[in-house]
């Protein structure tokens, strides 16, 4: 059973569909703890429907990006977390977590690196022109969006897509292969 601790910005539909995998047996791991960093996180309820214990680690008030890893790494210690999975985590992660977590810690984005990396990938994508998009399961390295893909899938854009139409397509096919991701990268892990 991996034990996973899970890091959300935002409305938490990737961690719920985590949640809901684990739940259906699809995925053998257990969510020890969500931490989220903005107050109003809408992960936040979704944790509390699923009565996964929340911690809220407001980056505000952290001198610096190695400081919130700190205290991520200790909250993740403290619930025996084994395997770290951002999902929709939009701060920039430092040596301090990923050096804790070495190669256990996995990243979505939405779209086909290394194509349209940063915050605004859905935005880059339709901004090019390109007709097919999608998202991407990795593991983190330093570099942002970048590291080993474990698994992609791809997305038609259509000529009407607005930034929210595509990203709420990509969105679906993010919760199916999150999940499936997971339960390769320890796969990988212990060959
Ligand atoms: C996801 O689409 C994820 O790919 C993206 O944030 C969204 C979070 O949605 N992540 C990034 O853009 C990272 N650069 P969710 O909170 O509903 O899971």
């Known amino acids: 059973t ?26 053998n791991a257990q969510i020890q703890v969500l931490i989220y960093n903005k107050p109003k996180a809408k992960a936040r309820e979704r944790a509390e429907r699923l009565g996964i214990p929340a911690i809220l680690l407001n980056h505000r008030h952290f001198r610096s990006r190695e400081a919130l890893d700190h205290e991520i790494v200790n ?43 940063g915050v605004d990938g859905v935005e880059q994508a339709l901004a090019a022109g390109v007709k097919v998009t999608g998202c991407t399961v990795h ?12 698994m992609q899938a791809a997305v038609p854009i259509l000529p009407d897509d607005t930034s929210e ?15 499936r991701a997971i339960a390769l990268a320890a796969l990988q892990y212990s060959e």
């Open 2 to 27: 991996l034990k996973l601790g899970v890091l959300a910005s935002g409305s938490g539909s990737n961690f719920e569909a985590i949640a809901h995998s684990i739940a259906q047996g699809q995925l």
């Open 75 to 117: 909250t993740f210690k403290q619930h025996d977390v084994e395997w770290v999975i951002m999902a929709g985590w939009m701060r920039i992660v430092t040596p301090v977590l990923l050096d804790a977590y070495c190669d256990r810690v996995l990243n979505i984005h939405p779209s086909l690196l290394p194509s349209f990396p």
């Open 139 to 150: 593991i983190a390295k330093e570099e942002v969006d970048s590291g080993p893909i474990l």
């Open 165 to 179: 139409t595509l990203h709420a397509r990509i969105q679906v096919q993010e919760h199916l292969i999150f999940p």
